[in-house]
């Protein structure tokens, strides 16, 4: 069994970063990936970055450019540095592992592991 546990709550205002971090503990394979969800009141739960142990990055269309996924192996944690922040960002943030490489679509079915949250909130 992983577990996945996350850290770096933060609130800012329009145009600031933040970064949050997780990391994966229990049974790593070799192929382990993980990633980064996120979810607005009253929205469905959406995929932002993945990352893996082959070095594939991908991202979500709306934070390209904004948002950077980053892993380390060794430890198996996982950053993701966010700039530019805009209030439609604000969101809880999950974060997700499994043990395959990224998925082609970044959608929830796709991660086996999961962890508690922690609250992103950008003010304008």
């Known amino acids: 069994q992983v577990q996945v546990v996350e850290s770096g709550v933060g609130s800012v205002q329009a145009g600031g970063s933040l970064r949050v971090s997780c990391v994966a503990s229990g049974y790593i394979g070799a192929r382990f990936s993980m990633g980064w969800f996120r979810q607005a009141p009253g929205k469905q739960r959406e995929g932002v970055a993945c990352t893996g142990s082959d070095g594939m990055t991908s991202y979500a269309d709306s934070v390209k450019g904004r948002f950077t996924i980053s892993k380390e192996n060794a430890k198996n944690t996982l950053d993701l540095q966010m700039n530019s922040l805009q209030p439609e960002d604000t969101a809880m943030y999950y974060c997700?592992?499994?043990?395959?490489?990224?998925?082609?679509?970044?959608?929830?079915?796709?991660?086996?592991?999961w962890g508690q949250g922690t609250q992103v909130t950008v003010s304008s």
């Open positions: 997700a592992a499994r043990d395959l490489p990224c998925p082609r679509e970044l959608v929830e079915s796709r991660f086996d592991y």
